[in-house]
Every structure is written in C-alpha cells, then in structure tokens.
C-alpha cells in the first residue's frame, strides 16, 4: 500500500526558508520518479519539482526555479522539497506525487503559509 507522510510546512515571511519532507512507504522507492505540487486558495493544483529514481535529472516549473530545490534520499525513502526566497505567492498545500504501476498516488498534503 502506497503512502506518503508530508511534514514541513508552516507560517513564515517572505524571503524565508522551509524545507518540505515526503516519507514513503509500501513500495520500492529507489524505482520511481516523485513530484512535488501544490495548490493555492482558489487555483488548481500545479506541478512544483520533478526528479527521477536516482536523483541525476531534476525539473522545475518556471515560478519556482532558482528558488526551489527538489532532492530524494533512498537509503531514507524520503524526497525533499527545499524552497528559499518564498514569496506570499508561493501559499499553498504543498503533494508529494508519484505513478506506479499506471496509478497515481498523492500524500496528505503539507500548508505553507508566507505571510508578514
């Protein structure tokens, strides 16, 4: 059974920091890519950061890139979500996201908050 465990989110200012965690269990997940998205109040969930397996190749959306930073530790079946710089647009719930075998698996979801 697919799961994810998302903690890290929160209140802080912009020009802060927070890094986001996504624990994964039920799967090998040294096997899949994982994504990051989110959804802000009003607006329809969009992708975030992308890596594959092994962590060589990364993507990001236009909005977050030199600001974001997405990363994965296998030997802690563990992806992360640096973000730097936020800004009170970036208020979001942010998903860790992964497909496998053909179905798509999302965690709980983790609120970030950047507001002074």
């Known amino acids: 059974q697919v799961q994810f465990v998302e903690s890290g989110g929160g209140l802080v200012q912009p020009g802060g920091s927070l890094r986001l965690s996504c624990a994964a269990s039920?799967?090998?997940?040294?096997?899949?890519?994982m994504s990051w998205y989110r959804q802000g109040p009003g607006k329809e969930r969009e992708f975030v950061a992308g890596?594959?397996?092994?962590?060589?190749?990364?993507n990001y959306a236009d909005s977050v890139k030199g600001r974001f930073t997405i990363a994965r530790d296998n030997a802690k079946n563990t992806a992360y979500l640096q973000m730097n710089s936020l800004k009170p647009e970036d208020t979001a719930v942010y998903y860790c996201?992964?497909?496998?075998?053909?179905?798509?698996?999302w965690g709980q979801g983790t609120q970030v908050t950047v507001s002074s």
């Open positions: 996201y992964t497909v496998r075998g053909g179905f798509g698996y």
């Open positions: 039920g799967f090998t997940f040294s096997n899949v890519a």
């Open positions: 890596i594959n397996n092994d962590g060589a190749n990364t």
